[in-house]
């Protein structure tokens, strides 16, 4: 099965109903954040604060989720800080595309488990 953006991985350790607001994000090279929201419906996806980095909030599909470590209350997310910099941003005007070339940005962006950056 091919890249997922929009669901938890099965390996994640994401048990629904869990609330991850706060939980700080690490990105491969780094935290990029805090999440400031969780949605577990479809699509899932957090809502991250990245004030003190770059100043605004992102969404990070939830397919980004490598593993999830409720003891010191952290998600780790297997791209790069700057992947998570450059993703599209949220624009209300056309919120319905926006989901879609989201996704689309994080699928040409995933590696899949193995491969070597």
């Given at each position: 099965m091919g890249f997922q953006p929009w669901?938890?991985?099965?390996?994640?350790?994401f048990a629904e109903g869990t609330?991850?607001?706060?939980?700080t994000v690490v990105a491969v090279?780094?935290?990029?954040?805090?999440?400031e929201a969780a949605?577990?419906?479809?699509?899932?996806?957090?809502?991250?604060?990245?004030?003190?980095?770059f100043g605004r909030e992102?969404?990070?599909?939830?397919?980004?989720?490598?593993?999830i470590d409720s003891t010191e209350k952290k998600v780790y997310v297997d791209r790069t800080r700057d992947q998570i910099k450059d993703a599209p941003r949220f624009d209300q005007a056309h919120h319905l595309d926006y989901?879609?070339?989201l996704g689309n940005y994080y699928s040409g962006t995933y590696m899949p488990p193995g491969d070597q950056m």
């Open positions: 669901e938890y991985r099965p390996d994640a350790g609330d991850l607001t706060g939980y090279d780094g935290d990029v954040g805090h999440v949605y577990d419906s479809r699509p899932a996806y957090l809502e991250v604060g990245i004030g003190s980095f992102v969404m990070v599909p939830a397919g980004l989720v490598e593993r989901w879609e070339s």
